[in-house]
């Protein structure tokens, strides 16, 4: 089982629509959150963490389910420049590296 | 205020030859880490240096690979005898201390073994 698992995708949405994606990660230790956004062939950037008590940024919503180990981001009225892969990554307790899952893609269309 | 900073950005080595990449981490950044991207794949961590200091290789492949980060100069990761299994994006990152949330990705270095 891979530590941090994401759907692959792609999701395939039109300008101005509101998209989720969903992580599940398996190590109960993580203790810290994020998603990063990689736009093709280039660096992973971080978008935002995640905290137990959900956060927002502009139109990017983060929550997470501990109990569920479950990790979920909302992008709502989705423009062009938001086509990109969304990264869900964790850090364990203890531990710096990063455990990156695969990535959802977005294609957002006009 | 320079990013992270990695080269070359692409490298193309033959079968056998040897690799090495180098990564200038940001200023005031005395943490570096290497992550591996393969093709269609997660990042992979592979490494976590402090200057003069491996803290974690958990991720590196047990031969062939090897990483530094000497006082002066950037870190290096370095790949001998090179297979096609090691085509990928290599990515540096780094950051100010150890506890740090953030960790702030270079350009990554494309290598490609022909």
């Known amino acids: 089982r891979k530590e941090v698992e994401q759907d692959p995708g792609p999701f395939n949405v039109p300008e101005g629509a509101t998209v989720a994606f969903n992580c599940t990660y398996s190590n109960s230790a993580s203790q810290s959150f994020f998603w990063y956004r990689q736009d093709c062939r280039k660096e992973p950037k971080l978008l935002m963490s995640v905290y137990s008590s959900g956060n927002e940024d502009g139109r990017f919503t983060a929550q997470l389910n501990r109990a569920s180990q479950y990790i979920s981001l909302l992008i709502r009225d989705s423009k062009l420049s938001d086509s990109a892969t969304y990264l869900c990554?964790?850090?364990?307790?203890?531990?710096?590296?990063?455990?990156f899952g695969t990535g959802t893609r977005l294609l957002v269309s006009p | 205020n320079a990013g992270v900073m990695q080269n070359p950005r692409h490298l193309v080595r033959r079968r056998g030859q040897e690799a090495r990449l180098r990564c200038s981490p940001m200023k005031g950044h005395s943490h570096v880490y290497w992550y591996r991207q393969l093709p269609e794949e997660g990042l992979k961590f592979m490494v976590y240096?402090?200057?003069?200091?491996?803290?974690?290789e958990s991720g590196m492949p047990k031969e062939r690979f090897s990483a530094e980060f000497p006082k002066e100069g950037p870190s290096i990761l370095r790949i001998q005898q090179v297979v096609r299994g090691d085509s990928a994006a290599y990515f540096c990152?780094?950051?100010?201390?150890?506890?740090?949330?953030?960790?702030?990705f270079g350009p990554g270095t494309r290598l490609t073994v022909t």
């Open positions: 990152a780094s950051s100010k201390t150890g506890d740090s949330y953030e960790q702030y």
């Open positions: 240096l402090q200057k003069e200091n491996i803290i974690d």
């Open positions: 990554v964790v850090k364990e307790t203890g531990f710096q590296k990063l455990v």
